[in-house]
């Protein structure tokens, strides 16, 4: 267990930011998206727990593409340390090949009548990959429309708002 994780801070140390300053850059080396041209939705009404935009994904497509952003990042990673890894914290991967700060995964209640093939629900609830979701940290960091439809043409689907098992007091 301590390799894999001293492998993971080894991966993530390695990627640090360089000279960019941080009030004009993400740690990519890209232009933070600007307040004016986020992407513009309208926030669901308040629910007691945190609410998500993003895709429904499968735990192994989420732990396999993970391992082969790592593998493009990092091609002297060994396959072993770039599944551990992979599996350890997989959205860090997703964040450093698409740019965006506030991609992260959690599990979701299924929305009254939203079709969820079954393979994806797991004891009632979905994993998804969600952009962002409507705590202000989160939501204050949310990427640009360009940034979302790049996301979306490699999920092959639309994103869509759910609602967090865990209430939002676990979510900041």
């Known amino acids: 267990m301590s390799q894999r994780l001293q492998s993971l801070d080894g991966v993530m140390s390695s990627m640090q930011p360089g000279e960019a300053k941080q009030d004009e850059r ?8 600007s307040k004016s041209n986020r992407i ?7 629910q007691r727990n945190a ?10 497509w989420l ?6 952003f790592l593998a493009k990042l990092h091609p002297d990673l060994s396959e072993t340390n770039a599944r551990t890894n992979a599996r350890a914290n997989p959205s860090y991967s997703f964040n450093k090949n698409f740019h965006v700060q506030s991609l992260s995964t959690a599990y979701a209640t299924l929305p009254p009548g939203q079709i969820v093939p ?6 009632g609830v979905v994993l998804v990959l969600y952009i962002f979701n409507d705590q202000p940290g989160s939501y204050d960091r949310r990427p640009t429309q360009k940034q979302v439809d790049e996301l979306t043409r490699f999920v092959g689907r639309e994103p869509q708002w759910w ?5 939002a007091r676990f979510c900041r």
């Open 63 to 68: 732990y396999e593409t993970a391992r082969s």
């Open 51 to 60: 609410q998500m935009y993003g895709y429904y994904i499968s735990q192994e």
């Open 163 to 167: 609602v967090d098992v865990l209430p």
């Open 118 to 123: 079954a393979e994806y629900i797991v004891d």
């Open 26 to 33: 993400c740690d990519s080396g890209h232009t933070k998206p």
């Open 40 to 46: 513009n939705i309208t926030l669901p009404p308040p």
